[in-house]
Nanobody, 126 residues
Framework: VPLVESGGGLVQAGGSLRLSCESS????????VAWVREAPGKERDLVAN???????YYADSVKGRFTISKDNAKDTVYLQMNSLKPEDTAVYYC?????????????????????WGQGTQVTVSS
């Protein structure tokens, strides 16, 4: 499952960025998608996940600031990030897992995701 992220960059605190994760046709109808970030010296942290069947999850650290969405026509999942903080600085990865590999809620453990993009750097200056 190909996953290609884009949209990272440098932004001042309080600013916004929109990350994109593009895949092949119909991927996101069968796969759950997560945005996972890795800050320097820290473990990877799943910040949001999504499945087209309706499940959406946000970590407490980003709830109310980040929004995950999908554009079916473009086979792309987005992460809209508003009110960015310096602690949001990290490499952001898009990850995917076949939705029914794990029955029940979409996994919140990033280790359960099988497919990963190359990552995109987000840097928030104070």
């Amino acid at each position: 499952v190909p996953l290609v992220e884009s949209g990272g960059g440098l932004v001042q605190a309080g600013g916004s960025l929109r990350l994109s994760c593009e895949s092949s046709r119909d991927t996101f109808s069968e796969y759950a998608v997560a945005w996972v970030r890795e800050a320097p010296g820290k473990e990877r942290d799943l910040v949001a996940n999504f499945w087209s069947g309706g499940d959406i999850y946000y970590a407490d650290s980003v709830k109310g600031r980040f929004t995950i969405s999908k554009d079916n026509a473009k086979d792309t999942v987005y992460l809209q990030m508003n009110s960015l903080k310096p602690e949001d600085t990290a490499v952001y990865y898009c990850a995917a897992v076949y939705r029914w590999k794990y029955p029940g809620p979409v996994p919140q453990d990033h280790d359960l995701y099988d497919y990963w993009g190359q990552g995109t750097q987000v840097t928030v200056s104070s």
